[in-house]
């Protein structure tokens, strides 16, 4: 099934519902107060969102529309939980992944496996990569591809994973270009340290020189100095 592209928000919200039926099943479906709260966390969030209690209605609105939220009304406050393994046809360990990508932005296959503990608990990283492989080449016919394996950043040992739930993502600088781009500001940062050294050396030899003229003892500029004419003469 293809759908929309999801608004940040909506990402939000419906990897809230998916982590919560996971981890703490107690409290799940979740009430608006505490869907907002789950959408508010300062941890295992990137990034970290403020997000109102009038925005996720709108959220989890727009997601019943989609099929991807459903609402039960069997208390005094709305409940709601996510559909989305039924809707996007995925089984439970790639949900665990989109999940987790969805709350969490890009991560390596390794980063996903231990975040996903409480989630689901794969055997080993190749298991997990298994998985990402098959969602990146999730044929048109059943929506297309879902993830999407990021070119490795500079300084980064792994390449990351990025969920495509809220359309393409733009993808980061080849290695080789951002080296080229930051040499020029590289080689003009070692050219000021140098710059400020040798005014220190400067400023340390003068003062030597004066000190040495106080106390009436040859500097080793001074020898350096007479040797000089010894030579030429």
């Known amino acids: 099934m293809s759908l929309r592209p999801l608004t940040p928000t909506e990402a939000r919200v419906l990897g809230t519902l998916m982590e919560k039926a996971r981890t703490v099943p107690d409290t799940y479906p979740l009430s608006l107060n505490l869907v907002v709260t789950g959408c508010n966390q300062k941890t295992s969030r990137e990034p970290v969102m403020a997000i109102s209690d009038a925005e996720a209605q709108e959220a989890l609105d727009d997601l019943k529309t989609l099929s991807l ?3 039960s009304h069997g208390s005094r406050v709305a409940r709601y939980e996510h559909n989305f393994q039924r809707v996007y046809g995925v089984p439970d360990q790639s949900a665990a992944l989109l999940g987790l990508l969805m709350l969490r ?12 503990e409480r989630w689901h608990r794969f055997a ?3 298991s997990v990569e298994g998985f990402l492989h098959e969602l990146a080449e999730r044929p048109d016919d059943k929506g ?4 999407v394996h ?4 500079p300084g980064e040992r792994e ?3 990025a969920h495509l739930l809220c359309g393409p993502v733009e993808m980061a600088i080849a290695p080789d270009s951002a080296a080229t781009r930051a040499q020029p500001a590289s080689d003009a940062s070692q050219n000021d340290r140098i710059t400020a050294l040798e005014a220190q050396v400067a400023a340390l030899r003068a003062a030597l020189e ?3 003229a106080e106390l009436g003892i040859v500097s080793l500029a001074g020898r350096e100095n ?8």
């Open 69 to 71: 939220v459903i609402e």
């Open 105 to 116: 932005g890009p991560q390596t296959a390794a980063e996903l496996r231990i975040n996903a």
């Open 124 to 126: 080993d990283i190749s």
């Open 144 to 147: 297309g591809p879902l993830v």
């Open 150 to 153: 990021l070119p490795r950043a």
């Open 159 to 161: 390449a990351r994973w």
């Open 210 to 212: 004066r000190l040495c």
């Open 226 to 233: 007479d040797e000089a004419r010894a030579k030429n003469s």
